[in-house]
Structure formats: structure tokens, C-alpha cells
């Protein structure tokens, strides 16, 4: 895992412990608390979405909670913003094709 460690602005020490999540079904290493989108990031993984026309890969863009560009499917549930949603112990997280489909359970 890419990560810093050491920021001149940020605190240090305020890393949470190591946990698992799924991504696309492969368990990944993420850190509970960081963003899932820093954690895909971390693990390599830079395409979040497909368009809904065209089919084009989108992934990180303005990080703030803003574009939706990092929206994926976080435990069934569709269009969740990856840059702004914390990591929990074994979410699983699937990359999104176009809207999106919501579970069985959900609807
Ligand atoms: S990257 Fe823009 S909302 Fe997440």
C-alpha cells in the first residue's frame, strides 16, 4: 500500500487500525476511517464508475464530495460518493455501471 505517513499539515497518529473490505468480491487492506476512495487509491484501484451512455471509466475528480465522478455501490446500495464515505470492516464495494442498480432488499 502507497500511503504518507508523515504530513506537515495533518496530524500524525490518528491512523486507524488495518481492515478488510471487498472490492468487485478481491478483499482489499484498507485503514478504518480513511476515505474508501484513499484506500482504492492505496490498493492501485482508479476507476470507480462506468458512464451510463458510453460506457467510459470514471474515477477520482474533485475529492470534495462535489462531482459524483467516484460514486460506487457500497453494500448494495448505489451512487455512494467513495471521496467522502469512511471505510468500515468488510463493506463490500462494487464498481458502478451507469445509474446503478439497487438490491432486492433495498427497494
Ligand atoms: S470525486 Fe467528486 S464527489 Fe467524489
Sequence with gaps: ?????????????????????????????????EMIAAALIANGIHINRYTAHEHKPRGIYCAIGRCTDCIMTV????????????VEEGMRITTQKGMGVWSEEER
Design 75 to 86: 453494500n448494495d446500495v448505489p451512487n455512494i460518493r467513495t471521496c467522502v464515505t469512511k
Design 1 to 33: 500500500m502507497n500511503r504518507i505517513v508523515n504530513h506537515p499539515i495533518l496530524e500524525e497518529g490518528k491512523q486507524g487500525k488495518e481492515v478488510q473490505i471487498f472490492v468487485d468480491d478481491k478483499p482489499i487492506t484498507a485503514m478504518e476511517g
